[in-house]
């Protein structure tokens, strides 16, 4: 029978706990119990804040992994912070430990790249496109349809013109590429005043759409009917509220996660360009590692990305109920409709070709990298 004193006691005992172990310096032993769900019990909590300190004890070297979500965000969307920490200290047979930082308590984008960069931190979480300004050519994955869906993504980044053309810039700014997390492409998320979904280039006429400070976003949404509106991302939620824009395109897990479920009345998945996620680390710390802890460093992060890869599908599936919960409709497109968005605003349009040179260097050189997203590798991972 449930008694509500209990339950009071339980959530005070889990406050407590917490506080207890961040305040002690185990803020990583306190995310792992709550990630658990045992904080409640002072004996699971002590047990482990120990096993965490003894780990830490144990190992020859530490590394920071810092990210922007909670430990609770891979319900929806695939982080993969928990399995990274795991992985790296399993298969370094215990001689790297992982202390975590999720949540954004070391910062979020550019702030946790700058960290890595210098060296503050060894690792972080962070949108591919943080890296553009070290390697322009990453952001050619907003390049409409290039590889928006989560194949053409994964086939593109696990290619070796990938590795072989676009890592070594990163590399020669400190930086070290681990793996890259597919979350899923982005889609068209109305506002829910808007009562008709979006199904093709159409339906956007006088939509305001959010985007953020791309030029190639603003570029794309304006070829295919929308009235781009750049907005921060900090702002995204008042503006979406207030009618200051109409619509967004974050994935469906990303739009859970940040809490618009109940500002929504349509979702379409246009597919047009991902979510994309990397784990980087500084290179100069991987470098220093020896080579047999280098190979586990590697070894784990190529495990944790076919975990996430596994793990889309229902994590997708969870942000949906969720959404529907709250009353948002799912819309797929069928081939004459996506055909219709490609048209309007695909990377073939000649409008794109200065995009090109100037990211890739060379239009011979984009052609290759749109090979690769276009040729299917070991990789699978489930689409919308």
């Known amino acids: 029978m449930f008694d509500e004193n209990d339950e009071i006691d339980r959530r005070h005992a889990t406050r407590r706990n917490f506080l207890k172990l961040a305040g002690t310096g185990s803020f990583t032993a306190a995310v792992?119990?709550?990630?658990?769900?045992?904080?409640?019990?002072?004996?699971?909590?002590?047990?482990?804040?120990?096993?965490?300190?003894?780990?830490?004890?144990?190992?020859?070297e530490v590394m920071t992994l810092a990210t922007a979500y909670t430990m609770f965000a891979d319900r929806s969307y695939p982080i993969m912070?928990?399995?990274m920490k795991e992985n790296v200290q399993n298969l370094s047979g215990g001689r790297i430990y992982v202390k975590l930082a999720p949540a954004g308590q070391l910062g979020s984008a550019n702030e946790l790249v700058q960290k890595v960069q210098s060296g503050t931190i060894q690792a972080a979480q962070h949108s591919i496109a943080n890296f553009a300004p070290y390697a322009p050519v990453v952001d050619l994955i907003n390049l409409p349809y290039l590889c928006g869906s989560n194949q053409r993504f994964v086939n593109l980044v696990r290619s070796d013109h990938w590795t072989t053309t676009v890592?070594?810039?990163?590399?020669?700014?400190?930086?070290?590429?681990?793996?890259?997390?597919?979350?899923?492409p982005r889609g068209v998320a109305l506002r829910n005043s808007i009562d008709k979904?979006?199904?093709?280039?159409?339906?956007m006429r006088?939509?305001?759409?959010?985007?953020?400070?791309?030029?190639?976003?603003?570029?794309?949404?304006?070829?295919?009917?929308?009235?781009?509106?750049?907005?921060?991302?900090?702002?995204?939620?008042?503006?979406?509220?207030?009618?200051?824009?109409?619509?967004?395109?974050?994935?469906?897990?990303?739009?859970y996660v940040f809490g618009f479920k109940d500002m929504l009345s349509h979702v379409t998945f246009t597919k047009a360009v991902p979510d994309a996620q990397v784990y980087s680390c500084n290179l100069e710390w991987f470098e220093g590692l020896p080579d047999d802890l280098r190979e586990a460093v590697e070894f784990a992060a190529q495990v944790t990305g076919d975990q996430n890869l596994a793990k889309v599908p229902a994590a997708r599936g969870y942000a949906m109920a969720e959404l529907r919960r709250s009353g948002v409709e799912f819309h797929s497109l069928d081939d004459d409709q996506m055909a219709q968005w490609k048209e309007a605003g695909g990377f073939q349009r000649s409008e794109w070709d200065a995009t090109k040179t100037h990211l890739a260097g060379s239009m011979a050189e984009f052609?290759?990298?749109?090979?690769?997203?276009?040729?299917?590798?070991?990789?699978?991972?489930?689409d919308t």
Do not use: C
């Open 197 to 203: 979904p979006v199904l093709t280039p159409e339906d």
């Open 206 to 255: 006088g939509i305001k759409f959010r985007v953020p400070g791309s030029e190639i976003m603003q570029t794309y949404y304006r070829m295919v009917g929308a009235n781009p509106t750049p907005i921060a991302w900090g702002e995204t939620p008042s503006a979406i509220q207030q009618g200051v824009a109409d619509a967004l395109d974050p994935s469906t897990g990303a739009l």
């Open 367 to 382: 052609d290759k990298l749109a090979e690769a997203a276009s040729t299917d590798g070991r990789a699978y991972v489930h």
């Open 167 to 184: 890592h070594p810039q990163i590399e020669a700014r400190g930086f070290k590429p681990l793996f890259y997390a597919i979350i899923d």
């Open 81 to 83: 912070q928990l399995d």
């Open 32 to 60: 792992l119990a709550g990630a658990a769900g045992t904080l409640w019990s002072d004996s699971a909590a002590a047990q482990t804040a120990n096993e965490e300190q003894e780990r830490e004890r144990a190992a020859e």
